[in-house]
């Protein structure tokens, strides 16, 4: 008798436990950003739908981004009930791997996303990670410049299971790498707007709520100076399951 040839077969889907703590911060420049406000309210909003404990501070310095997340990790540390997930939203003027502080004083991206990693945060180790940035990467396309890329081969060793040091992270920007990201004066910027909406009013994993946000950027026209421009949104993920929200 003939084998049967078996076909691919359907991916197991793993999922993070989300019944613990969600704890999120947000860190937003408002100096000359109009519509951050706005950004802020429907953070807001999104934050308190999808059961999040919510920390917004506007205009920190450089230093301050650092410490905020400094803070955040020791709070996140200290929760009395295991935390399921830690969401960190930040909203500046930046250019490609620098968000610009308050004090117009740089931070590098790399250095705050450091303080939650596996290494430097045991709470949320192996638990999902998600950083929100709305800024610019630089003026144009810029082909230089990795950022981050080398650090994934260090990995812990103090757990039985080892995983490596930025794993469970998912990193949405604004924009791709070397490109201006742009806000509307009153409106905010149509990025926050729709991951907001789309994070409220939709169901599915983070993944797929992110191609609905990316699906919806690339159909917004942003009129800079009288030109009509687009931008979208770019995912880096080091996931390892699903993550669901609601």
């Known amino acids: 008798s003939e084998l049967k040839m078996s076909g691919p077969q359907p991916l197991q889907e793993e999922v993070y436990d989300m019944s613990g703590a969600r704890l999120a911060l947000t860190l937003c420049v408002t100096k000359a950003r109009e519509g951050s406000g706005a950004d802020m309210d429907a953070l807001k909003r999104m934050f308190h739908q999808l059961r999040f404990e919510s920390t917004m501070k506007t205009d920190p310095t450089a230093q301050q981004f650092l410490e905020e997340l400094e803070k955040f990790q020791q709070v996140i540390e200290n929760w009395e009930e295991p935390v399921s997930c830690a969401f960190v939203v930040l909203m500046a003027h930046g250019e490609e791997g620098l968000l610009k ?141 699903q993550v669901y929200l609601q």
């Open 101 to 241: 502080g308050e004090d117009e004083q740089m931070v590098k991206l790399e250095d705050l996303f450091e303080i939650l990693n596996n290494k430097n945060c045991r709470a949320l180790r192996g638990k999902p990670k998600v950083y929100i940035i709305q800024a610019c990467r630089g003026e144009h396309r810029d082909l230089g410049e990795t950022i981050g890329g080398d650090e994934v081969a260090m990995i812990t060793k103090d757990d039985l299971q080892t995983i490596p040091t930025y794993t469970d992270t998912l990193h949405i920007y604004s924009t791709v790498e070397g490109y201006i990201s742009y806000r509307h004066d009153q409106k905010g910027s149509s990025f926050i707007q729709i991951l907001t909406d789309v994070f409220i009013n939709k169901k599915g994993s983070i993944s797929e709520l992110l191609i609905e946000v990316t699906r919806r950027m690339a159909k917004t026209e942003v009129i800079q100076e009288g030109t009509p421009r687009k931008v979208n949104p770019e995912i880096q993920s080091t996931l390892r399951k």
